[in-house]
């Protein structure tokens, strides 16, 4: 069974995230949780929240342990971007982009999707 967590126009550039969210892939909840709680970034952190809440949906909503789940997928999809401006000499301005990203997680008990229990 597959359990899915999203956050939308997350304020980290898409780039800083992807890091991390290729080395959660195939790892059980335990180790993908330790791998985002030393992460040391903006990007580890949010990507464990979103991770933290897949596993409260699959606890909550599906009665799964979190003991079997593995990351299936960690996607790290780019958001819109904000135009900003710098001020610079003789009146000009440089343009700034502020990236944001949607991240999702998918976490999977390694059963397919028909098989009941």
Excluded: Q
Aim: hydrophobic share 40%; with cysteine; proline share 4%.
């Amino acid at each position: 069974m597959r359990v899915t967590s999203t956050t939308r126009y997350a304020r980290v550039s898409p780039s800083k995230v992807v890091d991390v969210a290729k080395r959660l892939k195939g790892l059980p909840v335990a180790d993908a949780l330790r791998v985002t709680e030393f992460g040391g970034c903006k990007g580890a952190r949010l990507l464990g929240k979103v991770l933290k809440s897949a596993v409260a949906n699959a606890e909550h909503n599906n009665k799964l342990s979190s003991d079997e789940l593995l990351v299936e997928k960690a996607v790290v999809e780019e958001g819109p971007r904000m135009r900003r401006y710098w001020a610079r000499s003789r009146g000009s301005a440089s343009p700034v982009l502020k990236r944001t990203c949607h991240i999702r997680v998918v976490l999977t008990d390694g059963k397919p999707d028909g098989v009941a229990e």
